[in-house]
């Protein structure tokens, strides 16, 4: 069985870091895509940034300049470097994955648990 499991949210101030990680486990053949998304109280949960298996990398609007989305091969693992955070960064941030599982399955998506981000003011 597949789980990702995210660590490194908690409390800061305004202007402060945070680096998330996620972590993959279990029967992993291949990973096309990690992404993390967030999703505030009251809000649609939206995507922060991806990074794909070469590499390249994308951001939201709200996190460009700031945020930066990297991957650690060896233990599937993807990190999340949050800078300069604000306030409306405040949110529960979720782990997302493209993998397979063999080499002859399909691509399936896989979700964390989510890490609590807060940031006051």
């Known amino acids: 069985q597949v789980q990702l499991v995210e660590s490194g949210g908690g409390l800061v101030q305004a202007g402060g870091s945070l680096r998330l990680s996620c972590a993959a486990s279990g029967r992993i053949f291949s990973i096309n895509v990690m992404r993390w998304y967030r999703q505030a109280p009251g809000k649609q949960r939206e995507v922060v940034a991806t990074i794909t298996s070469g590499d390249s990398t994308n951001y939201a609007d709200s996190g460009k300049g700031r945020f930066t989305i990297s991957r650690h091969n060896a233990n599937n693992t993807v990190y999340l470097q949050m800078n300069s955070l604000k306030p409306e960064d405040t949110a529960v941030y979720y782990c997302?994955?493209?993998?397979?599982?063999?080499?002859?399955?399909?691509?399936?998506?896989?979700w964390g648990q989510g890490t609590q981000v807060t940031v006051s003011s």
């Open positions: 997302n994955a493209d993998l397979r599982t063999t080499r002859w399955g399909s691509v399936l998506g896989y």
